[in-house]
T-cell receptor, first 112, second 112 residues
């Protein structure tokens, strides 16, 4: 039974489109995250939610909007996709913000 | 400011050699946590270890060992008798002030 799952695994789309990535965790954790990993493998935190409330909102374009319908889900919606959005997006969760983060398998986004 | 430095961008060794991956961190907090994650070629991020700032005891898990030295702000990772399956990118991370700060990663190549 997968602990942190993301859908889709791969996403190929055209510039200007809107897309969503879904994340679910069955670990009972209170905190969830979205990260972006670029082609050089650098990991950057984008957002963090604790009990459905936004607690970390790094400098990310307004085109990116997270939504947490409940503690177990954190979705990422991206408007007006740009070439530079091509990356791997990871969802993660932890019990508290100082605890170990467990990662989903990643969503590989390619914008053409 | 919080920072994690992994100075070794890439290391290449022959199978069965021992290899040490360096991690140096900066923080002004007295309570913090250090992590190592592994990212194999398949792309997932795998948690390896979490260490809190009050526990300087070295840790050994099979062929893996970690050396935490507060005096030098380092948390180094050694793989003994390396195997081809150890080939991956390894990330060191610091959780300080409620945010996970990532190093740039060290790509480890184990040649048969």
């Amino acid at each position: 039974d997968t602990a942190v799952s993301q859908t889709p695994k791969y996403l190929v789309t055209q510039m200007g489109n809107d897309k969503s990535i879904k994340c679910e965790q069955n670990l009972g954790h209170d905190t969830m995250y979205w990260y972006k990993q670029d082609s050089k493998k650098f990991l950057k935190i984008m957002f963090s939610y604790n009990n459905k409330e936004l607690i970390i909102n790094e400098t990310v374009p307004n085109r990116f909007s997270p939504k947490s319908p409940d503690k177990a889900h954190l979705n990422l919606h991206i408007n007006s996709l740009e070439l530079g959005d091509s990356a791997v997006y990871f969802c993660a969760s932890s019990q508290e913000i100082s605890e170990t983060q467990y990662f989903g398998p990643g969503t590989r986004l390619l914008v053409l | 400011a919080q920072k994690v430095t992994q100075a070794q961008t890439e290391i290449s060794v022959v199978e069965k050699e021992d290899v040490t991956l360096d991690c140096v961190y900066e923080t002004r907090d007295t309570t913090y946590y250090l992590f190592w994650y592994k990212q194999p070629p398949s792309g997932e991020l795998v948690f390896l270890i979490r260490r809190n700032s009050f526990d300087e005891q070295n840790e050994i898990s099979g062929r893996y060992s970690w050396n935490f030295q507060k005096s030098t702000s380092s948390f180094n990772f050694t793989i003994t008798a390396s195997q081809v399956v150890d080939s991956a990118v390894y990330f060191c991370a610091l959780n300080s002030n409620y945010q996970l700060i990532w190093g740039a990663g060290t790509k480890l190549i184990i040649k048969p």
